[in-house]
């Protein structure tokens, strides 16, 4: 029995179809291949815990805590570009900021006078009440009230209320010329 070749059109069919079927498998298992590399380096979104922490001028310092949700590390450090990554304790991480004013708090609340020892302090509320916030210098007593008018020196050991971060220091800048300072470094190095 001989067999009759196949007609020129069905050799012609047969072998499309040969070259469709391998070009989807092929196409197939690129895309799979594909697929699979992406996997894995597809990055994981993950929950961590951030710890904000304001450093102002005045001294105080405000914590804020809140969750976010972030797919790398990178995207945390770009979110935070004005801050300074401090410290990562597994999924917490710790950030600060320094910021050039003073907090609300002082902002409503902060009070330049005399300290107990003759030091320019920051209080929490008028001196006598002896809160303290932030302690400077010492200041030469006897040069302040020989060259400072009596009412000025009063409203010093009363309380000079500040509200912004011009007056805390032009307050420090015009105090700092009655440092004693000088007279203790010089007492010290004896």
Sequence with gaps: MIRKPLPKHWRTLLAL???FIVVISGGTWYLYSAIEKLKGNEAVAQTVDLVLKREYICGETEEETKRETVASVDELLRR??????VSRNRNVYTFEKKINDLSPHCKENAYFGLGADGELTLFDGLPEKGQVIQTF???DTKKLESSLPPEELQLLRKGIHITDAAEYNSIISTYSEFS???????VQLK
């Design 137 to 139: 210098f010492r200041l």
């Design 180 to 186: 004693n300072e000088e007279k203790e470094a010089a």
């Design 17 to 19: 179809s040969l070259l």
């Design 80 to 85: 935070y570009q004005g801050w300074t990554f």
